[in-house]
């Protein structure tokens, strides 16, 4: 166990919907980073938060957004969806007392039909 | 740009045979990261090793073992005597130093599926 977690761990939803994932890092991780994992795009960086603010910035859509709360979890809002986003996302936290590792969360699975 | 490279998309041994994965990546950036990640049929994503830029030691953790060679741009990662609870995807991956505080976003290969068949 990561000690990071996701919800929900799968969500199915139809084209055009607006979803919210959520994820809570480790305890005392500042750092939250989330990924894309498609078949044909493997898994991309989409968006990283440090202690409420965006630090950095992928090939994320203008569909998408995120934010990072002062309890530090972090929700990725997924918006006007398309079959094409369907995959699965990972949350990962990370802290320098833990040599700034990346450790991820279980993920969760987006189903657009 | 930075890259990573998995050339070997899917592998297939039998059980207790050894199999070194490859990983090849491109980065101008002097300072980075480079890890392994494995991913079951489970799904998630499990961290394996972590190896700076300055650090060209091989490490050897139980059966696995990881070849850094900063000359060829590689950081293979080999299991011994391969059991199928090897059975995964692993990705490789690099990340640039960013400061005490954070590093930076994680640029993975495409993965290696490892079939062990008993």
């Known amino acids: 166990d990561s000690g990071v977690t996701q919800t929900p761990k799968h969500l199915i939803t139809a084209t055009g919907q607006r979803v919210t994932l959520r994820c809570s890092p480790r305890s005392g991780d500042l750092s939250v980073y989330w990924y894309q994992q498609s078949l044909d795009q493997g898994l991309q960086f989409l968006i990283q938060?440090?202690?409420?603010?965006?630090?950095a910035k992928g090939n994320i859509l203008e569909r998408f957004s995120a934010q990072q709360f002062p309890d530090l979890h972090s929700e990725l809002n997924l918006s006007s969806l398309e079959l094409g986003d369907s995959a699965l996302y990972f949350c990962?936290?990370?802290?320098?007392?833990?040599?700034?590792?990346?450790?991820f969360g279980a993920g969760t699975r987006l189903s657009v039909l | 740009a930075q890259k990573v490279t998995q050339a070997q998309t899917e592998i297939s041994v039998v059980e207790k045979e050894d199999v070194t994965l490859d990983c090849v990546y491109e980065?101008?950036?002097?300072?980075?990261?480079l890890f392994w990640y494995k991913q079951p049929p489970s799904g998630e994503l499990v961290f394996l090793i972590r190896r700076n830029s300055f650090d060209e030691q091989n490490e050897i953790s139980g059966r696995y073992s990881w070849n850094f060679q900063k000359s060829t741009s590689s950081f293979n990662f080999t299991i011994t005597a391969s059991q199928v609870v090897d059975s995964a995807v692993y990705f490789c991956a690099l990340s640039e130093f960013r400061g005490s505080s954070n590093t930076g976003k994680l640029i993975f290969g495409q993965g290696t599926t490892l079939q062990v068949k008993p």
């Open positions: 980065t101008r950036d002097t300072t980075y990261y």
């Open positions: 938060y440090y202690n409420g603010e965006e630090r």
């Open positions: 990962a936290s990370s802290s320098p007392v833990a040599k700034n590792i990346q450790y």
